[in-house]
């Protein structure tokens, strides 16, 4: 599953419904100061730059970030939900349980929803999005295939960690 944070200062916490025997990935993307992430058992902080990624137990490994100074700094967390392990044999379950407004522990027992986000439509801040048919040429098979994709990668800009607009002197 995944989670997309804008600009939030998490307090520390454990994520308690991600799987013990998981690891979250997170990434940071964005421009922007602050939003270390520091793990206070560790006693690390790590000054996470967007684009890096850190894996860590989210369930067992107490984490939080620190505010963002300046700029716009996504989170994206990939994380895995313990009832993908618990109900494991029996999706059938988990759709009925969704369709009722259950949700269940990490036992199974059913836990009183505290409250219900609209995953299409966070804070009001996502438009839904209605997705087309493709068109007749965005679906037809070609006749035959060539692999010229590699040869036109220009990488020397990669190579040196350029960005698309900074020059590339004739000397490199
Ligand atoms: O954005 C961060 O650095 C932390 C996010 C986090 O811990 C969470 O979403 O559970
Ligand atoms: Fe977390």
Redesign the pocket.
Known sequence: MI?I?FN?I?DY?W?EHDDPNSLCC?V?LGDFDG?E?CFPQLQIVIP?RPGQVVAFS?RLLL???FPVTRGIRH?V?YFVHSMFFHHLRNFTEIYKDRKDGIERDVNGSAVPTVSHQDLNNANGLNRIINLDRPKANQIRVPPSSTDCRRGCIDLSRARRGLKAEDPLSDSE
């Open positions: 989670a944070n939030t998490s916490h994520d997170l940071a939003g992430l996470l989210s984490h939080g970030n989170s967390v």
